[in-house]
């Protein structure tokens, strides 16, 4: 059940020892590597390997329903807002107060601990200080320095890092059946993100709007292309947005008005008002995330193509992969990532990828998009 852990050999060592050594044992971890690490699936085979009798064999009902997320004395949270609220964290200080079920441990899972603000944190960080004794905490983050300190200092640290790009490659190979040629493309462009690797492998029109994406670089030529080309990434990324959302917004919607007794698309009497719109204002939070999500990975790839650019600027790469040097992420680019390094010298690309980066973090801080791309966009276009 660790085999999706690809090139984690380090941290697995660790979460093998404390389930077979309870010296090594402890009530609060903290998982941290970059996205596509992996952090998800060691907290949940970590949770399962505690579970079961034989200590992780991946075939017993708490193993199975350890790794599914249906164990009862599991329960994983990943927000889909832009930050966990206190009152997403309090139920989860009084289920920490549970003794198990019926198993050894009662298992918390956050999956996003960076998302935790000064207020949630600190009535997590209660329950860390005076843990049951039987309740375990893995918190997720892409780094340390993405929780709050006084939670960290409080939390074993267990560091994932990022994975080969040949490994993930072969996995896509041998469990997704995906061809040779494209799993080494998608392994590439994904950065070792294995989310992203199977995504891409699987769905042409993730690897088509991929290519557009990077295509921006080439589109843009002055500032009236920057305005239209940022207009029209925030439209992509909010149609898709929606269409990861609609569906499930309109069912919960349908669920609540069930609840209620009432009858859908009309109005509801003054007294459950209340409970619609607090549903709507987190399908919006939630809506708003899914967006600002897109436009990352769009800035993140756009980022991996301005890095291949710089590469061959400064010769680490003869621009193809499996040449000297550094292989490219963008590796059925390589002549579009020549000719941009042709026309351009590196210290235009570094400041296009330090516009991009300011974008992203523009981004985090809830500017609003348009305008974070339309800056990002028109600091892309050529330089005299």
Same mark, same amino acid.
């Given at each position: ?96 107060? =549970? #003794?198990? +079920? ?6 918390? !899972?956050?999956?996003? &601990?960076?998302? /935790?603000? @000064?207020?949630? *944190? ?31 200092? =409080? #939390?074993? +640290?267990?560091?994932?890092r990022v994975p080969p !790009?040949?490994?993930? &490659?072969?996995? /896509?190979? @041998?469990?997704? *059946? ?31 709007? =991929? ?16 305005? /239209? ?132 973090e523009r981004l985090a801080?809830?500017?609003a998009p348009l305008l ?13």
């Amino acid at each position: 059940m660790w085999d999706d852990l690809v090139g984690q050999d380090a941290a697995v060592a660790v979460l093998r020892g404390a389930v077979a050594d309870p010296s090594a044992m402890t009530h609060a971890w903290l998982l941290t590597g970059p996205p596509g690490s992996g952090r998800s699936n060691a907290a949940r085979a970590f949770a399962a390997a505690l579970l079961c009798p034989r200590g992780g064999c991946g075939e017993c009902h708490e193993c199975t329903t350890a790794l599914a997320g249906t164990h009862a004395d599991v329960e994983v949270v990943a927000t889909e807002a832009t930050i966990l609220r206190r009152q997403d964290v309090e139920p989860l200080v009084q289920l920490a107060q =549970r #003794s198990p +079920s019926g198993g050894r441990w009662r298992i918390i !899972v956050i999956e996003d &601990a960076d998302r /935790l603000n @000064e207020t949630s *944190g600190n009535v997590l960080l209660k329950a860390i200080e005076e843990p049951p004794p039987r309740t375990v905490w893995v918190l997720c983050a892409p780094s340390p320095q993405d929780v709050l300190v006084t939670i960290r200092s =409080r #939390s074993r +640290s267990v560091v994932l890092r990022v994975p080969p !790009v040949d490994a993930v &490659a072969r996995l /896509l190979v @041998e469990r997704d *059946g995906v061809e040779p040629e494209l799993a080494d493309a998608v392994a590439h462009a994904s950065q070792s993100h294995i989310g992203l690797a199977r995504r891409l492998a699987r769905d042409p029109e993730a690897r088509a709007r =991929r290519r557009e994406v990077l295509d921006l670089a080439r589109r843009i030529r002055g500032v009236p292309d920057a305005v /239209l080309a940022a207009g029209d990434l925030v439209e992509v990324a909010q149609a898709e947005a929606r269409a990861a959302t609609e569906e499930r917004d309109a069912e919960e919607k349908s669920r609540l008005y069930r609840a209620l007794g009432a009858e859908e698309g009309k109005p509801l009497p003054p007294a459950l008002r209340s409970q619609l719109k607090s549903l709507e204002e987190e399908q919006k939070r939630r809506a708003t995330r899914a967006q600002r999500d897109v436009l990352d990975r769009a800035m993140t790839d756009l980022l991996s193509l301005y890095r291949d650019v710089l590469l061959v600027q400064l010769g680490a790469s003869d621009g193809a992969s499996g040449g000297r040097g550094i292989d490219l992420v963008n590796v059925e680019l390589a002549d579009a990532v020549r000719t941009l390094a042709a026309d351009s010298t590196p210290e235009q690309t570094l400041r296009r990828m330090d516009a991009i980066g300011t974008a992203r973090e523009r981004l985090a801080a809830n500017v609003a998009p348009l305008l974070a791309v339309e800056a990002m966009a028109v600091a892309l276009r050529p330089q005299g």
